[in-house]
């Protein structure tokens, strides 16, 4: 039910999120609606914030991503904000003016804070209050991903069965503070990345002779993750967090063209990590559709883990986060 905002403006933060059981593949474009769940962290460094501005006098929806004019990407913006607008019973344009506290689009998840951030905030401009199942199914529309960014901590993706796409929402495992991991990102290369998530998932799907494997193995890797994250169990999480990141890569590696989002520093990164839990340190990889490594480690362990990654040759820059909340009003 829409409620009178009479400022016709909200501001929202949401931080990205990394998955530790891959969402990769698509069951339905037009809704995008994924072929397979997903297991997330929501962390709390890397974030996007998003004011939205209702803007009566525009003919079309505006965006400005950290400075600049971005007509390249308003045609999405809008399909998602056209979702709210339908909910509201408005046809009002709006100003979107966005900014990543990180690399945009270099696989660190730009997408999921940037359409997280983008729901929450222009549900509350145009008068509305949706449940976070909503906003997660709204925020899903803009980009699969995001669905996850509307929760904090750990937060699973159900891929859902129903045709109008009800059923395809995350949902909140477990909090930050219940098992505070924190995460080093180990940045190997800056500017956004070739191939984007959309097409590699498309061409995996239609090319890969692997992608029929990877959907099937995906039951059985979620309900073993969300075992081990409801135990605090953190080498099962890092054994099937690592088996379902490598299966996911060679499910695109086999595509034709191939993917390959690694560089060198990429695999560098994977051995130190292997290095150091081999000695008996608490962390495991992932890597998402880019170069960056992503190091998720137990409590305790991080000190030693950015050291490590900060030597090796190839590493540009070393972000480190805690969890995080999900999307929030500011
Ligand atoms: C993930 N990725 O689970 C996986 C692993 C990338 C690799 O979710 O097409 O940008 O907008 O729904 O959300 C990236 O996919 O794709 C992604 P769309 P999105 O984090």
């Not at 929760?151 to 395809?168: K, L, N, Q, Y």
Request: glycine share 8%.
């Amino acid at each position: 039910m829409a409620t009178s905002n009479q400022s016709g403006r909200a501001a929202a933060r949401a931080g990205a999120n990394f998955a530790l059981v891959k969402y990769w593949g698509k069951a339905d474009a037009r809704l995008n609606v994924p072929a397979v769940g997903s297991i997330s962290i929501t962390l709390d460094a890397l974030f996007t914030e998003t004011e939205v501005q209702l803007e009566p006098t525009l003919r079309s929806d505006e965006l400005v991503l950290d400075g600049k004019r971005r007509d390249e990407d308003i045609e999405k913006i809008s399909a998602c904000v056209d979702l709210l607008r339908r909910k509201a019973g408005v046809d009002t344009r709006v100003r979107v003016t966005s900014r990543n506290n990180f690399p945009t689009a270099a696989g660190l998840a730009s997408s999921a804070s940037g359409y997280a951030a983008l729901v929450r905030a222009a549900e509350t401009a145009f008068g509305l209050t949706l449940t976070p199942r909503e906003r997660s199914i709204v925020a899903r529309q803009g980009s699969g991903s995001a669905a996850r960014s509307i929760f904090g901590g750990f937060v699973e993706m159900r891929a859902g069965s129903a045709p109008d796409g009800s059923d395809s929402f995350a949902e909140p495992l477990l909090e930050s503070k219940e098992w505070p991991l924190e995460v080093a990102i180990a940045v190997t290369a800056k500017g956004e990345k070739e191939i984007g998530s959309r097409s590699g998932m498309t061409r995996s799907a239609s090319s890969s002779p692997y992608y029929a494997a990877w959907v099937a193995g995906q039951p059985p890797d979620l309900a073993a993750a969300r075992a081990a994250i409801r135990a605090r169990d953190f080498a099962a999480l890092a054994e099937v967090a690592e088996h379902n990141c490598l299966k996911m890569h060679a499910a695109a590696f086999a595509a034709l063209p191939p993917l390959v989002y690694w560089n060198g520093a990429t695999m560098e990164c994977l051995h130190a990590v292997r290095r150091l839990r081999a000695a008996g340190v608490a962390v495991f990889f992932t890597i998402d559709a880019g170069p960056q490594l992503k190091a998720v480690c137990a409590p305790g362990a991080l000190t030693i883990v950015e050291r490590t990654l900060r030597a090796v040759p190839g590493v540009l820059e070393l972000l480190t986060s805690a969890l995080g909340p999900g999307a929030e009003l500011r």
